[in-house]
């Protein structure tokens, strides 16, 4: 018996709960709130990206997806274009946990999201 290839996912911007685009994540399981140190939150209009930058935080929601859910995500988010799908490490209060996110793949320029929360920005 195979067992199905599972993949944990952060995100951080359309895809949260409540956003426009969290219906990608219909039938993923919802592994709860954490963040990422050492990276920024950008607002780059629709939607956000992140890029590394010492002493940031940036905070997000983790879900265990399906392997076969991976191609609809890369498409979603433009994979090896606009982002690059990167395995980093997240926590929370009950400790770390290693998953895939989308790092935004350009240069961005002040317009850090202050606070690393997208649903709390600024408009």
Excluded: Q
């Excluded at 609809?72 to 690059?84: P, R």
């Amino acid at each position: 018996m195979s067992k199905e290839v599972k993949y944990n996912i952060f995100v951080y911007g359309t895809l949260m709960r409540g956003e426009r685009a969290h219906s990608f994540l219909a039938g993923a399981k919802y592994l709860g709130e954490y963040c990422l140190k050492d990276y920024a939150l950008y607002n780059l209009g629709r939607y956000p990206g992140i890029r590394p930058l010492a002493g940031g935080t940036v905070y997000g929601e983790v879900y265990e997806i399906d392997a076969g859910m991976l191609p609809e995500m890369d498409a979603y988010e433009g994979e090896g274009n606009l982002y690059f799908r990167t395995e980093l490490t997240a926590g929370n209060e009950n400790g770390t946990i290693k998953a895939l996110a989308y790092v935004y793949a350009h240069e961005v320029a002040g317009r850090r999201i202050e606070g690393g929360n997208w649903k709390t920005r600024k408009t």
